[in-house]
């Protein structure tokens, strides 16, 4: 079956714009992550959906951070007022039920360039 | 809070040696652990996975991982790489109902 899809595969953007980034999880998924990925690191948090609402937040970096999922599938993060600093791969993923030890299923993700 | 560490950013092999990535984790409950690979390009693929019971557990294309909760360890081995295992490999940690908490990554590379 089709994997978790994430559009568009790269974004740049100049500092100050919004955008807007999106997943597709695996179909019947309930869990949905969102993570970053800088340069030569592991992947960092930044929030959870378990079905439409957030369950964990606690990553985003700040308020110009913000994502939705608001049917339970395909989520948005959305940035507002880019900063240089937000450059990164940003990575969704999708688990089945998001209870204890369920494996997650990443996509290829989102490579942004803040200009 | 939980933490990984994985001691080796690079790892160079040559093809069909047996190779030990290592991987230590910090958490003070119970954790699930995980080993991913992301091949270059490509999104991050789930190697294997500890929940509980046998403390070695065996994934996919030929890796193996121990968990030694003494030593609060995870590491992965292989008994003969090839060279389409280079790849970046990240030790990931989860505690009950937690997202996933990755290692910085350890860059295998399986030379000729």
């Known amino acids: 079956g089709a994997g978790v899809s994430q559009t568009p595969s790269n974004k740049v953007t100049e500092k100050g714009k919004y955008v807007e980034l999106r997943c597709d999880p695996i179909s019947g998924h309930t869990a949905l992550y969102w993570y970053r990925q800088s340069l030569g690191q592991g992947p960092e948090f930044l929030i959870y959906f378990q079905g439409t609402g957030a369950a964990d937040d606690s990553g985003l970096p700040n308020d110009r951070f913000f994502a939705v999922r608001p049917e339970g599938s395909v989520s948005t993060l959305k940035i507002q007022r880019t900063e240089r600093g937000d450059s990164a791969m940003y990575l969704c993923?999708?688990?089945?039920?998001?209870?204890?030890?369920?494996?997650?299923?990443f996509g290829p993700g989102t490579r942004l360039l803040v200009l | 809070a939980q933490s990984v560490t994985q001691l080796d950013s690079q790892v160079p092999v040559f093809e069909e040696a047996p190779v030990e990535l290592r991987c230590n984790y910090s958490s003070s409950v119970s954790v699930y652990l995980f080993w991913y690979v992301q091949y270059p390009n490509q999104g991050l693929q789930l190697l294997l996975k500890y929940l509980s019971g046998s403390t070695l557990v065996k994934g996919i294309n030929g890796f193996e991982a121990e968990f030694n909760k003494s030593q609060t360890s995870f590491h992965l081995r292989k008994p003969s790489v090839h060279i389409s295992d280079t790849a970046e490999y990240f030790c990931?940690?989860?505690?009950?109902?937690?997202?996933?908490?990755f290692g910085s990554g350890t860059r295998l590379q399986v030379q000729p």
């Open positions: 990931a940690v989860s505690e009950k109902l937690r997202a996933l908490t």
């Open positions: 993923a999708s688990s089945l039920s998001g209870v204890d030890g369920d494996a997650q299923y």
